[in-house]
């Protein structure tokens, strides 16, 4: 890449007020700064929400459950059966959120 590709530039763009605060409100949602939030969407990316504190305190718990079910596939076979659904589960949800 040369220097240029990497350069910055300003611009200015006008918005109404409901535009403004739909800007504002979106970029806040996806945790982006409004410019950060700009830059993703013209590079064709379409930014997702950060989901809520309590999808993470969920998650949290599930990976708590899988590790205790692991430790009991040890004695119990069938709990890695398990350990497998929930890992379908996790890769569920991300793809979800």
Request: aromatic content about 12%.
């Given at each position: 890449m040369n220097k240029e590709s990497n350069e910055k530039v300003r611009i200015r763009v006008r918005l109404t007020e409901e535009e403004n605060q739909k800007l504002e409100h979106d970029s806040a949602l996806c945790g982006l700064s409004q410019s950060e939030y700009v830059r993703q969407l013209?590079?064709?990316?379409?930014?997702?929400?950060?989901?809520p504190?309590?999808?993470?305190?969920?998650?949290?718990?599930?990976?708590?459950?899988?590790?205790?079910?692991?430790?009991?596939?040890?004695?119990e076979p069938s709990a890695l059966e398990i350990c497998t659904e929930i890992e379908q589960l996790v890769l569920d949800l991300q793809e979800a959120i």
């Open positions: 013209c590079r064709g990316i379409h930014p997702k929400p950060k989901p504190e309590v999808f993470w305190q969920m998650m949290s718990k599930l990976y708590q459950v899988h590790a205790a079910l692991r430790e009991c596939g040890k004695y």
